[in-house]
């Protein structure tokens, strides 16, 4: 008897073998777009700035002279700190490509003093090393986390406290030490190398 | 189908601009350039044909060097242990018009693509711009890096009466015992002693190279202020008719005059028929000794010399250097500005000494006597007029030399 039933087998047979093909084209043949980490190119560019800025404010400007930051660190000077990091290098006005730059929205900074001390109060018996962080100088906004952030460390040499220089609390000497920010207590009155972190986040 | 197909191709042709920003940027202040001599400063490093210190040559001498396939490199930092340390004369020789695109190109950017660029360094302190580019900033995309950095500046000495009063020669040369020399010199003395180390003389640690006042890397300067070391008051005018202790010693003309015109003697017109007029120092030459008072031709050598006399009354003139006859006269408010640059290192290294030696000759004053037409009768008198002497130790004590403190700077690279 001869119908038209072997053919619906061939014609489905061969729709099978399309659709097979067709799968496997798409599988193989689908591209895979692998795109450069822009964000990453942006972090490290303002992970650059950063450093930079961190290591020519500890460049002593003379001989005789220590650096801005070693002096800021001494004083707890957070202000002077702010106003050197983040106005006059960070966001100077004389950069020549002003209308174009990334950094033409606001960065914004919070910057962290690490120190080490003995704690001997705990347990005056076993003196134990304590490694422990306070703020130097608030962020204008608080991290919203919408936005990553980089960080920025420098280990500076503070090599003696100085409660009477802040300049930024007492432009006019002499000062009156109540006037200057406080370092916490646990800070020993030693020279010692103490860790300058900076948080930076686009606004 | 077909579209995916060419998704692959698109990627490729794109250029990573930032990149190139930041090698670019990177070799600018992190590298000192090609060629260099690396040493410790003030250490004698022999040079040949390939091995110099690319920041003493000129342009031209640059370009040639670049055509014969010898690697330069332009790094700006005073050395490979001071990144983001700058050298002023490293600026001023990247940033010269002379070099051209291709050659920037060649020498600092690399790669084979015609990349359009802008590099620019601007001083915070002195808000000085300086660019080398193809043109400004593109209106679509490019990649862009920002250094900040520290500029050495040039150091500099000035020298006059108000700060340096040890120098003034006056009771050496106006009292007694009067001081009978023909010549008064004045010495600034650069010694590689105090210089390269700490500054003291003992040798104990090398200066480190940001603040190190290097007369191979460095320009010199030295501003001499005459005024208060001159001696412009007018001769005695019994200098010619009698026997004076010293003929030298002299005192104010005018107030003399004011009473010579007494009952008894002779009218001042008759006594002294020539008005003698104020003379002027005279500034014989400006030399070159080192440590065994040698003389040294900085020039040959290869020295960038000039010297610069400044006359309120007058536009500066540039002097000659070579011995000055008839001398150079020079005034009250006269300065003597000289700056050296390029000293090579056969004259300035850690044991080595270079002074600048300044000689003002005495100033001769003639009476003619009471017949002016006859020589036999003239009356000569040498006047010391520069009343200066001692020698200046260039070195870091404050008083003596004004040492710029490191100027913050901005350095922006952008790559299109």
């Known amino acids: 008897m001869v119908n038209s039933d072997a053919q619906l087998y061939t014609m489905e047979g061969i729709a099978a073998g399309v659709i097979m093909i067709l799968t496997a084209y798409l599988v193989l043949g689908s591209p895979s777009v692998y795109t450069p980490g822009d964000t990453h190119i942006t972090d490290m560019q303002l992970e650059q700035v950063g450093a930079d800025v961190l290591k020519i404010m500890d460049t002593p400007p003379d001989l005789n002279n220590a650096s801005e930051l070693e002096k800021i660190v001494a004083t707890n000077d957070g202000a002077r700190f702010h106003q050197l990091f983040w106005e006059t290098y960070l966001m100077s006005g004389e950069i020549a490509a002003q209308k174009t730059t990334r950094t033409g929205s606001s960065i914004i900074t919070n910057a962290t003093v690490y120190y080490h001390y003995t704690d001997t109060v705990t347990d005056p018996l076993n003196p134990q090393p304590v490694i422990q962080g306070y703020q130097l100088s608030k962020p204008l906004i608080p991290y919203s986390g919408s936005e990553p952030g980089v960080r920025v460390t420098r280990y500076v040499n503070v090599t003696a406290r100085n409660t009477t220089d802040c300049s930024s609390c007492c432009p006019i000497p002499p000062c009156d030490p109540a006037l200057c920010p406080k370092m916490p207590a646990t800070v020993e009155d030693r020279p010692q190398v103490m860790l300058v972190e900076v948080f930076m986040w686009k606004a | ?416």
């Not at chain 2, 010619?240 to 005018?254: A, G, H, I």
Request: aromatic share 12%; with cysteine.
């Open chain 2, 1 to 416: 189908m077909v579209p995916s197909l060419l998704v692959g191709l698109q990627r490729s042709t794109a250029i990573d601009y930032d990149a190139v920003a930041y090698r670019t940027a990177v070799i600018l202040t992190e590298d000192p350039g090609e060629p260099s001599i690396s040493a410790l400063p003030g250490v004698y490093v022999p040079t040949d044909a390939t091995r110099f210190q690319w920041d003493s040559k000129t342009p031209s001498f640059l370009k040639n060097f670049m055509q014969g396939s010898s690697a330069l490199r332009f790094g700006l930092t005073v050395s490979r242990d001071s990144p983001n340390i700058l050298s002023q004369r490293k600026i001023n020789l990247f940033f010269d018009p002379a070099f051209t695109a291709e050659e920037i190109r060649q020498c600092l950017i690399y790669g084979e693509i015609p990349y359009g660029y802008n590099i620019t360094l601007t001083r915070l302190d002195t808000q000085e711009v300086f660019t080398n580019g193809t043109g400004p900033y593109p209106e679509g995309r490019y990649g862009y890096i920002r250094r900040y950095v520290k500029i050495k500046n040039y150091t500099s000495a000035t020298v006059t009466n108000e700060t340096h009063p040890g120098f003034n020669a006056t009771t050496q040369y106006l009292t007694p015992p009067f001081d009978n020399s023909q010549y008064q010199t004045f010495r600034v003395a650069l010694d590689g002693l105090w210089l390269y180390w700490d500054g003291t003389g003992s040798r104990k640690y090398l200066v480190s190279t940001p603040y190190v006042i290097d007369p191979t890397q460095d320009n010199i300067t030295v501003n001499l202020g005459l005024e208060g070391f001159l001696n412009n008051s007018h001769v005695n005018p019994n200098a010619f008719t009698q026997e004076l202790p010293n003929p030298k010693v002299y005192f104010d003309w005018d107030a003399w005059r004011a009473n010579c015109d007494q009952p008894g003697t002779p009218p001042c017109s008759v006594l002294y028929p020539q008005d003698i007029p104020p003379n002027y120092a005279t500034l014989r030459s400006i030399e070159f000794r080192d440590r065994s008072d040698n003389p040294i031709d900085l020039i040959t050598a290869g020295a960038k010399v000039t010297v610069s006399y400044h006359d309120p009354d007058t536009a500066d003139t540039m002097l000659p250097l070579t011995d000055l006859d008839p001398p150079s006269p020079v005034r009250v408010g006269n300065w003597i500005n000289l700056t050296i640059g390029n000293v090579p290192q056969d004259y300035m290294e850690q044991n080595k000494r270079m002074d600048i030696v300044y000689t003002f000759v005495e100033d001769p004053v003639v009476n003619p006597g009471v017949d002016p037409g006859d020589p036999a009768d003239d009356i000569s008198l040498y006047i010391p007029r520069t009343l200066i002497s001692g020698t200046l130790r260039y070195d870091y004590n404050p008083a003596n030399v004004t040492q710029p403190a490191l100027a913050p700077g901005i350095l922006e690279v952008a790559i299109w």
